[in-house]
């Protein structure tokens, strides 16, 4: 067993990843991301699969309780105010990203500096979404989502936008 004075970054990446692999073992849909800093979180993950979201709890519910740890199944929803996300060399926080809803879609818009267009950056946009509304319901707001520079909206559409972090209201009002 580690002690945690001799615990390094390589045994903790070694640890994370056969934790995935376990996880994995068990069912190949199912991540897992960690949290808290006492009580511990872990928090099965279907990755927004609605498909697996039973197999999520199924694990969970099925999870012996461990001193120190609570045990989540799908991302729950939490405020999204004061955030702050480190991507490589981007910082985001609360002000930098909108969203706007339309009939057959939800847009987040983010601040053009901190833009970047690749698919890691969309799902991390879409991670920190999730994460305001939680795994459940997102599912279902995920597949009608897109992310885009702040000044694509255009000038008019600017009093449409809704800071992310009044991203609740999409639950309320589905």
């Known amino acids: 067993?580690?002690?945690?004075?001799?615990?390094?970054?390589?045994?903790?990446?070694?640890?994370?990843?056969?934790?995935?692999?376990?996880?994995?073992?068990?069912?190949?849909?199912?991540?897992?991301?960690?949290?808290?800093?006492?009580p511990f979180e872990l928090i099965i993950t279907a990755e927004g699969d609605a498909h697996y979201f039973h197999e999520a709890d199924a694990l969970v519910g099925a999870?012996?309780?461990?001193?120190?740890?609570?045990?989540?199944?799908?991302?729950?929803?939490?405020?999204l105010e004061g955030f702050s996300y480190q991507m490589d060399e981007v910082s985001i926080n609360e002000h930098d990203i909108f969203f706007c809803v339309l009939t057959d879609r939800v847009t987040f818009y983010v601040a053009d500096p901190k833009y970047r267009g690749t698919?890691?950056?969309?799902?991390?946009?879409l991670r920190i979404a999730e994460a305001g509304v939680g795994e459940?319901?997102?599912?279902?707001?995920?597949?009608?989502?897109?992310?885009?520079?702040?000044?694509?909206?255009?000038?008019?559409?600017?009093?449409?936008?809704?800071?992310?972090?009044?991203?609740?209201?999409?639950?309320?009002h589905q």
Do not use: C
Not at 63 to 79: F, Q, Y
Not at 119 to 125: E, G, K, N, P
């Open 1 to 38: 067993m580690l002690q945690a004075r001799s615990f390094t970054q390589d045994d903790a990446e070694r640890l994370l990843g056969e934790m995935q692999e376990q996880l994995s073992a068990f069912n190949g849909h199912l991540g897992f991301r960690l949290g808290g800093s006492g």
């Open 63 to 79: 999870a012996p309780a461990v001193n120190g740890w609570k045990m989540t199944a799908l991302v729950p929803g939490r405020s």
């Open 119 to 125: 698919d890691d950056f969309r799902t991390s946009i």
């Open 136 to 172: 459940r319901a997102f599912a279902a707001i995920r597949i009608y989502a897109e992310v885009l520079p702040l000044s694509a909206a255009g000038t008019g559409a600017t009093d449409s936008l809704r800071p992310i972090a009044q991203i609740t209201s999409l639950v309320r």
